[in-house]
């Protein structure tokens, strides 16, 4: 499973990555006790396809992704 991390300083709540994730990936977070700010949160990470167009098409370039390498134990 990838992760998903988005820097929740840049992001502007734009919607993009949402409306462009193919797996529905994102979900919209209103945080009330800061003038109602608008942000997205990776909330289906384990959705994600590893196409990147999310990163793409962020305009603050607040999307990073790593691919989680698996180890045995
Ligand atoms: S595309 Fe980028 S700036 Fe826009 S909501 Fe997603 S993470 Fe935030
Ligand atoms: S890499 Fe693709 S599937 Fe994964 S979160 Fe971004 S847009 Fe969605």
């Known amino acids: 499973m990838p992760e998903i991390i988005i820097d929740l300083e840049k992001c502007n709540g734009c ?13 919209k977070i209103i945080f009330n006790n800061d003038n109602k700010k608008i942000k997205y949160i990776p909330k289906w990470s384990d959705r994600c ?25």
């Open 15 to 27: 919607g993009k990555c949402r409306e462009i994730c193919p797996k529905y990936v994102f979900k």
């Open 49 to 73: 396809l590893l196409c990147t167009m999310c990163i793409g098409v962020c305009p603050k370039k607040a999307i990073l992704i790593k691919k989680k390498k698996f180890t045995s134990k």
